[in-house]
């Protein structure tokens, strides 16, 4: 059966069935427009009522506004289904920050750890050098670069598997399993031994 070569003519008389005809699951649409008119499931049937039935103009109308209702519905269900789960996130992250601040240490709970104190400070110290060099031997730019892009990386590399860390580690402290996908295929291959 192909639905879609009634859809002008059921979009001559409700737009949105017409439109819902035509697409990925115009069969069931068409079986709801055969089962309002009260004819057979088939496109045929359906055509022939719409040009015989008076009153098909007004049972098609009911039909697409429970359509847009039943849309609206599944609509907003979605809505607050991603707001709670936002919800859930954010009260999550708020209980971690509140354990981190309960913790006591400023120093910690200010920059996670000394690694990012360092790389802080690094930072400010690498701008400094930088200056000199390109004033004492610009030709020397090349190598002092080359030194910072290494010394950048490392520390951020050290800072980011830090961070990771301590985030699990208070995280599994409240109670939560974080998981990744380097987690969640570590269990599957100790699953499998």
């Known amino acids: 059966m192909?639905?879609?070569?009634?859809?002008?003519?059921?979009?001559?008389?409700?737009?949105?069935l017409g439109q819902a005809?035509?697409?990925?699951?115009?069969h069931v649409v068409g079986q709801a427009i055969a089962s309002t008119l009260g004819v057979n499931n088939?496109?045929?049937?359906v055509e022939t009522a719409l040009k015989t039935d008076p009153k098909a103009a007004v049972k098609l109308a009911e039909l697409e506004t429970e359509l847009k209702r039943a849309t609206l519905e599944a609509t907003t269900r979605q809505e607050e289904n991603q707001l709670k789960a936002q919800t859930a996130q954010r009260q999550a992250i708020n209980t971690t920050?509140?354990?981190?601040?309960?913790?006591?240490?400023?120093?910690k709970s200010g920059w996670r750890s000394a690694i990012g104190w360092?790389?802080?400070?690094?930072?400010?110290?690498?701008?400094?050098?930088?200056?000199?060099s390109v004033f004492q031997d610009p030709s020397q730019i090349a190598n002092v670069v080359d030194a910072i892009?290494?010394?950048?990386?490392?520390?951020?590399?050290?800072?980011?598997?830090?961070i990771r860390h301590m985030s699990s580690e208070r995280l599994a402290s409240l109670g939560f399993r974080p998981t990744s996908l380097m987690d969640s295929l570590m269990t599957r291959s100790r699953g499998s031994h």
Do not use: R
């Open 21 to 26: 005809l035509a697409g990925p699951a115009g």
């Open 2 to 16: 192909n639905w879609t070569t009634i859809t002008n003519t059921v979009a001559s008389l409700a737009p949105a």
């Open 118 to 132: 360092t790389m802080a400070f690094s930072f400010g110290w690498i701008s400094l050098i930088l200056g000199i």
């Open 149 to 162: 892009v290494m010394l950048t990386v490392s520390m951020g590399a050290v800072l980011g598997i830090n």
């Open 42 to 45: 088939s496109p045929d049937a």
């Open 97 to 107: 920050m509140q354990a981190e601040l309960q913790n006591g240490n400023t120093y």
